[in-house]
């Protein structure tokens, strides 16, 4: 792998493994050390020094960002999303993109101090609150996650909010019609009465204008429960998209994962989605203790990827991706035969005790291969001779 695919590899929020991970934790460390540095820089009372610590901070900050923004440009041929025919293409299609100019707007101050145009702490860096904040939600996986969430219940939210409207505009009009002749000043048209009604329905009550009349009043109520039953709704709504996208999510993690184990290659498309439903995915780092000999067993695990050494009193067995492990006990519903230690990291594929006997009955053909697989084993382990 060449320098520039390897640091991509490093800076795309895809990589999981540990270096990646801590990179980009760090880049959110320098994004928010430079948001609070702007922050405190915008404070009036700040003694001299203080000021000059935050503009070093916040100019430190800016030229990271800088650097990082070099780099990404220099590393952007290696992104598939970017499938141009020559690099500098494929560096302009980035520069371009969203990511892009957020990027490269966060540097501007860096840019700026260079030039000399501007000095950084002070009142008019606050801009880069925004743009620093931006460039955070970029990075943060969440907040795709929203994006998600909002267009996938784009209709159902686009109902509620109709909905809101409706309530709004009726009850704007309605406190016009009863509290236009006590309170002219606030209700004397519907757009003026607007601000009553966002206020009431929203349920946040500043308590600025308030009807006097009887019916008015009631009318406010009514406002406020409706106000109540709409955020309800779309609390609702968002929650069950977030646990519907959150699941989809981990489906699909899941199957990729299921596909690099050659013991599923075999089965159906549709055998599989059974399969990925019941399995959950769990790492350890090299040394771990997966199995501890003699305990009950529940649950079995697949390699995806990485090698365990089994411990068969003198001898070892090395198991490596695609193979698995932790059957034994669950299918002779006996304590585990031998103990299990990780020899690198590694990704596995757990089935719980429950979900292997579910599995059993939906998918026999998949547990008589365990199970020959297992008998195979038990039989080796009952020859001392053999290794
Ligand atoms: P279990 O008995 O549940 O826990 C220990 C696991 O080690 C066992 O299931 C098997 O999956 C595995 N194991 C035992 N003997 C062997 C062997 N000879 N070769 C490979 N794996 C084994």
């Known amino acids: 792998m060449t320098h520039r695919a390897n640091i991509y590899r490093l800076s795309n929020p895809a990589n999981q493994d540990k270096v990646g991970r801590r990179m980009r934790a760090f880049e959110v460390l320098v994004n928010l050390i430079g948001i609070v540095s702007v922050s405190v820089g915008t404070l009036h009372d700040l003694s001299g020094e203080s000021r000059a610590l935050a503009a070093t901070i916040t100019g430190v900050v800016a030229a990271l ?35 892009g100019i957020i990027d490269l707007l966060a540097v501007i101050p860096a840019l700026a101090v260079a030039s000399g145009e501007a000095r950084l702490g002070a009142d008019s860096a606050s801009v880069f609150v925004l743009l620093w904040v931006s460039k955070l939600a970029t990075r943060a996986s969440g907040v795709a996650l929203i ?22 505009f009726s009850s704007a009009t309605v406190a016009h019609w009863l509290e236009a002749e006590a309170q002219p000043q606030f209700f ?7 601000w009553w009604a966002v206020v009431t329905l929203t349920t946040t009550g500043y308590g600025d204008v308030v009807p006097q009349t ?19 709704l779309l609390a ?11 699941r989809r999510r981990e489906f699909m993690r899941i199957w990729d994962l299921v596909a690099q184990v050659p013991f599923f ?17 769990r790492s350890f780092s090299a040394g771990t203790r997966i199995i501890h000999k003699g305990e009950a067993g529940d649950s079995m695990y697949f390699i995806v990827s990485g090698s365990v050494q089994v411990h068969l009193g003198e001898r ?13 006990a669950l299918l002779e519903r006996k304590p585990r035969s031998a ?34 697989e297992a008998k195979r084993r038990r039989a080796l382990n009952a020859a001392p001779q053999l290794q």
């Not at 004397?188 to 607007?194: A, N, V």
């Not at 020899?343 to 020959?372: K, M, N, S």
């Open 147 to 168: 994006a998600r969430v909002f267009h996938n219940e784009r209709s159902a939210l686009g109902a509620a909010a109709a909905l809101f409207a409706m309530v709004l």
């Open 316 to 328: 070892t067995k090395i198991l490596r991706d695609g193979d698995f492990f932790g059957e034994m």
């Open 188 to 194: 004397g048209s519907i757009p003026s009465s607007l």
């Open 265 to 281: 290659s075999d089965v159906g498309a549709i055998a599989v989605a059974d399969i990925v439903g019941q399995l959950h995915s």
């Open 339 to 372: 103990d299990v230690v990780t020899l690198t990291q590694c990704t596995t594929l757990v089935l719980e005790v429950a979900d292997f006997y579910r599995l059993a009955g939906q998918q026999p053909d998949l547990i008589a291969a365990i199970e020959t």
């Open 214 to 232: 009887p019916a008015g009043r009631m009318l406010g109520g009514l406002v406020m429960l409706c106000g109540i039953c709409v955020l309800a």
């Open 65 to 99: 960002f800088l650097i990082e923004y070099l780099i990404r440009l220099w590393v952007a041929p290696e992104n598939p999303h970017f499938s141009a025919s020559t690099s500098a293409q494929t560096r302009i299609a980035w520069a371009f993109s969203p990511t």
């Open 236 to 246: 609702g709504i968002l929650a069950t998209g977030f646990a519907e996208e959150v």
